[in-house]
């Protein structure tokens, strides 16, 4: 068996439950993870990833248990090729693209939304993802305005579209001259929104990661500051893509 226990919120559990699928359908162990689906989730009834509802059945034993923490599982492929008979406990973040790399079709489908987005977007409407103190996030983490200013000089749009954790920030109010129209809409509706933009700007965020990995987007702007910087733990980069366009804490592309 395998068996996630969840830590964090949305975008954190999406590479736990990814993590843990994977492992569970390349090892053809029974997955045990809840499906990332409705209240548990701080989503609405109803709302969520429905294909994670599906079960993944398999071996299952108690015997021996083996724990992960943490981000890194040191060697994936060492783990899946072990045919000790064990339990694995996924107790950890896992945020390393490397794990997921392989497995991309399946996990598209496992996150696959068929809802249509709260708005429409044409295809030259820039959505701006920027996160602020939702949960204590600290305020010196978050990127500042001139970052998305110097960001928005470079990149052509028609509207700025605002997806954001805290609308009534009164740091909003710098983007005035932009015009942008702000998606209020509850969550799951914002990452969808996000998911089906074609010019996306990342903020230091795994629910946006996931919501631009997921979209069909064809230009993605990609902030390496704090965690989102590859160190010997969390690695995000996606580096077989071209559409992900890397950008330094300035706003310059780098």
Known sequence: MIEVKYLGTLGNNMFQYALGR???EEMGYELSAEPIYGENFLLR??????????????????????????HNLQDLSRILDDENERRIFL??????????K?????????????????????????VLTIRRTWKNYPIENCLPFSFFENLLEKIEYD?????TDVFDDPFFNQFEKYSPIFAKFPIFEQFNLIKS????????????????????????YFPLVNDWK??????????????FIYVDKNGDIV
């Open 91 to 100: 107790n950890g973040w896992f945020q390393r693209y490397e794990f997921i």
């Open 230 to 243: 590859n160190d010997s733990n969390v690695s995000l980069e996606i580096d077989d893509e071209d559409r």
């Open 102 to 126: 392989p497995y991309k079709d399946r996990i598209k489908h496992w996150y696959e939304i068929t809802d249509d987005p709260p708005m429409k977007l044409n295809s030259n409407d820039l």
């Open 22 to 24: 994977i492992l569970a």
């Open 159 to 163: 509207r700025v579209i605002i997806c």
């Open 45 to 70: 009834e109803g709302e969520g990833f429905k294909n994670t509802i599906e079960k993944v059945e398999g071996k299952s034993y108690d015997s021996s248990i083996q724990v992960f923490t943490q």
């Open 197 to 220: 933009a074609n010019k996306i700007v990342m903020t230091e965020s795994t629910y946006c990661w996931w919501a631009g990995f997921l979209s069909e987007a064809k230009e993605i």
